[in-house]
């Protein structure tokens, strides 16, 4: 008995395993609020974020401020 409950256990895992994989390959919940939309635009200003304070450290250490005239 404990054996063939096992295998059931393990035979539901697998499937459920394999249909949350399946779902998340087919495309559901690319828009709409916490979708993949949002996840990238948000990682995509975060590297543009990044990108530009790191220019300008750039910037001010080649040009430092000057005194004000």
Known sequence: MGRKFLM???AV???AGFAS???RLGGW???GPGGRFDRQHEF???VAD???ES???VYNRQNPP???P
């Open 8 to 10: 059931v256990l393990l």
């Open 13 to 15: 895992g697998a499937l």
């Open 21 to 23: 994989g399946f779902a």
């Open 29 to 31: 919940c690319h828009y």
């Open 44 to 46: 995509e200003r975060h």
């Open 50 to 52: 990044t990108c530009a």
């Open 55 to 57: 220019a300008l450290k």
């Open 66 to 68: 000057g005194p004000k």
